[in-house]
């Protein structure tokens, strides 16, 4: 194969605080500045990676997704931090009473209807599940429309070479995304969709159209061919590895940042928990039978009250550690940047016919990716 210069964007800039704030979606084309970029390094083989229909699809699941996954977050946040609030201000009541007598009755009430608001909205806003339900709907709308984009070149890629080499043949090409893209919106439901991939267990059920299950022809070697190769080795890996990495920064965007700090507040709690609760004990023990409940009362109940509010920020962190899935995202961004930077290296070595099939277990890669992100959300409770 010839050697053909290949899509190379200047390094990104430093993400900034939470680089998912307004991510753009390059490997669609989004952004105007990186849709300007492919046409003027790329005129010709741009226009099989510029897809407006597609974009304009994906907008509306993209922005219904993020708008019921904060509602969900909140929702969610709003059950654990009553409930908490609920657990520490009942620790506290004991000491409370010895303190203020007349007002023990009111704080037991606010204490009991912050336990019952708790309850109330952590089911009806979040067991329940429906914003869940309505967040990984949308959301793999939108994974799935990525990867028809993609799917689509790369089972399609002779035709491809074709239509940039030769820019009259365009509209067969865009006769063939207009045919994919409906067949796609009159696919199955959604929620149908979203059943069989649960039930696809052994990750084999990727392609988008029963086509593509089979390995398509090699594209002959030409310029056209190399230039193809190189825009996707950007589009579709590059830009995967950039997400991933980022993920895995540090920064409360990253939930590797966010589990350990999580996760290491609540053994500092725990500890706290364990040595109050040995302090309780050597005072209960130092405290002679003639003096129980009288002079030593105050401070039995104040460190009860420490002890039962340590538990209870233990439980609020061990739940939003759970219900934030944020273990189980760092290892699949941990596994899925390891993955593409395995098929990156094999991409980069290999001739045209390998090189195709290590694009398709890109896509391959990238539904196990989705299956494992949405059936971790899916069985997470609480906090999503």
Request: glycine content about 6%.
């Amino acid at each position: 194969m010839p050697q053909v210069r290949l899509l190379t964007d200047p390094p990104p800039p430093a993400p900034p605080a939470n680089p998912f704030a307004d991510w753009p979606n390059d490997d669609l084309l989004f952004s105007q500045e990186h849709r300007d970029f492919i046409w003027r390094r790329h005129p010709q083989a741009a226009a099989i990676f510029d897809w407006p229909e597609l974009r304009t699809r994906f907008a509306a699941h993209d922005a219904p997704a993020g708008r019921f996954r904060r509602r969900s977050r909140r929702l969610g946040m709003s059950a654990v931090l009553l409930g908490c609030a609920s657990l520490i201000l009942t620790a506290f009541l004991g000491a409370i009473g010895q303190a203020a007598p007349a007002a023990t009755p009111y704080l037991g009430a606010f204490a009991a209807l912050l336990a019952v608001t708790s309850g109330v909205t952590g089911f009806s806003g979040v067991l329940s599940g429906r914003d869940k339900a309505h967040w990984l709907a949308h959301r793999f709308s939108t994974d799935r429309m990525r990867q028809l984009h993609f799917q689509l070149i790369v089972n399609n890629l002779p035709l491809a070479a074709e239509v940039v080499a030769d820019p009259a043949r365009l509209d067969q090409w865009e006769a063939l995304r207009r045919g994919a893209l409906d067949r796609f919106e009159h696919m199955q439901p959604v929620s149908d969709a979203l059943e069989r991939m649960r039930r696809d267990v052994t990750l084999d059920q990727p392609w988008l159209d029963d086509a593509w299950v089979r390995l398509p022809d090699t594209p002959a070697p030409s310029p056209a061919v190399g230039e193809l190769f190189g825009i996707l080795k950007q589009q579709r890996f590059g830009i995967q590895k950039r997400y991933a990495s980022y993920k895995l920064m540090k920064g409360l965007h990253s939930p590797r940042t966010r589990s350990h700090l999580v996760r290491t507040g609540a053994d500092v709690m725990t500890v706290l928990a364990l040595l109050t609760a040995a302090a309780l004990g050597i005072l209960h023990a130092a405290t002679p039978p003639a003096e129980a409940g009288t002079s030593n009362a105050p401070a039995l109940l104040l460190v009860a009250g420490v002890g039962g509010m340590l538990a209870a920020l233990v439980l609020a962190l061990r739940v939003l550690d759970e219900g934030l899935q944020l273990r189980s995202e760092t290892e699949r961004y941990e596994w899925y940047l390891a993955a593409i930077e395995a098929l990156e290296r094999r991409f980069d070595v290999g001739d045209a016919h390998a090189k195709v099939g290590v694009l398709r277990e890109m896509e391959r890669l990238s539904y196990q990716e989705l299956r494992w992100f949405t059936v971790s959300f899916d069985e997470a409770r609480f906090v999503m």
